[in-house]
């Protein structure tokens, strides 16, 4: 079993940057890839971004793309979320996710009901 321990967060005035971390413990050998998605009250949970481990390749929901950058540290085992230019609509919870397939899928409408690895979430507050 594979735990994610998310830190980070908070609260940040628009146009400003903000980082998110992920620590994966336990069995990470089968985790293909992991990500991002936020989910704002009364809405449903969103893809955000999503990396593979090994070669690194990545995905973006087009709502941020060219602002938001995904990362990872294998040596730490860690995901990074960098958030820049950030916007009031970027306001949610965000949970970080793992799974054992490829990036390009997570993106596909509906992905987050078959996820079962999550992290605790982490709440996003962009103010204007």
């Known amino acids: 079993q594979v735990h994610l321990v998310q830190s980070g967060g908070g609260l940040v005035q628009a146009g400003g940057s903000l980082t998110l971390s992920c620590a994966a413990s336990?069995?990470?050998?089968?985790?293909?890839?992991m990500g991002w998605f936020r989910q704002a009250p009364g809405k449903e949970r969103d893809f955000v971004a999503a990396?593979?481990?090994?070669?690194?390749?990545?995905n973006y929901a087009d709502s941020v793309k060219g602002r938001f950058t995904i990362s990872r540290d294998t040596a730490k085992n860690t995901v990074y979320l960098q958030m820049h230019n950030l916007k009031p609509e970027d306001t949610a919870v965000y949970y970080c996710?793992?799974?054992?397939?490829?990036?390009?899928?997570?993106?596909?409408?509906?992905?987050?009901?078959?996820?079962?690895?999550w992290g605790q979430g982490t709440p996003v507050t962009v103010s204007s």
């Open positions: 996710a793992a799974d054992d397939r490829p990036p390009s899928t997570w993106s596909l409408e509906g992905r987050h009901r078959y996820l079962e690895v």
């Open positions: 336990g069995r990470t050998s089968s985790t293909y890839a």
């Open positions: 990396i593979s481990w090994s070669g690194g390749n990545s």
